[in-house]
């Protein structure tokens, strides 16, 4: 394989860790899961990778812990399956810091929110270990799945 292709396959790779670690903590935390894709598109004027997409009332604006944990848990997943991350950046970054910050009223208080959320990601995908890594090959032979099927993958790994 020439180094490009390479390179090409490793991203894919992680954008499936990414995605898939985002879906096992979803199913760990309850929150329902409608579908995950790994397929890239353009919104606007960037380039999304990937997306899982849960219920609508999973996904209003309220500020819990265990939505700051589904968030971190995409830099963890890749972290977990690559052994190699790039750190919690970009749209979840953000918006972990948004759900934070309605936790937790200063600086300190919400980089600690941070962390235990990390650490709780990490947990939950390591209790969940075959899970995550046969849901990361299946969304790399299939690039999308629906809720059921992703519930379906885990389901026959635990």
Not at 23 to 47: K, M, N, P, Q, W
Not at 81 to 108: Q, V
Request: glycine share 8%; with cysteine.
């Amino acid at each position: 394989m020439f180094h490009s292709q390479t390179a090409l396959w490793r991203e894919q790779q992680r954008i499936a860790a990414h995605e898939s670690a985002h879906c096992i903590a979803r199913f760990a935390c309850g929150l329902s899961i409608d579908h995950v894709s790994i397929v890239g598109r353009l919104e606007g004027y960037r380039t999304i990778n990937g997306v899982v997409i849960g219920g609508a009332a999973d996904d209003d604006e309220r500020g819990d812990f265990s939505r700051i944990v589904v968030l971190v848990a995409g830099s963890i997943g890749e972290e977990v399956f690559l052994s190699e991350g790039t750190g919690l950046r970009g749209s979840d970054r953000r918006k972990a810091l948004r759900y934070a910050e309605r936790l937790a009223s200063n600086s300190n208080a919400i980089s600690l929110l941070i962390r235990a959320a990390e650490v709780e990601a990490e947990a939950i995908l390591r209790q969940h270990e075959l899970a995550f890594r046969n849901l990361v090959e299946t969304l790399l032979a299939r690039s999308r799945l629906t809720g059921q099927q992703v519930l379906e993958v885990i389901g026959q790994s635990i």
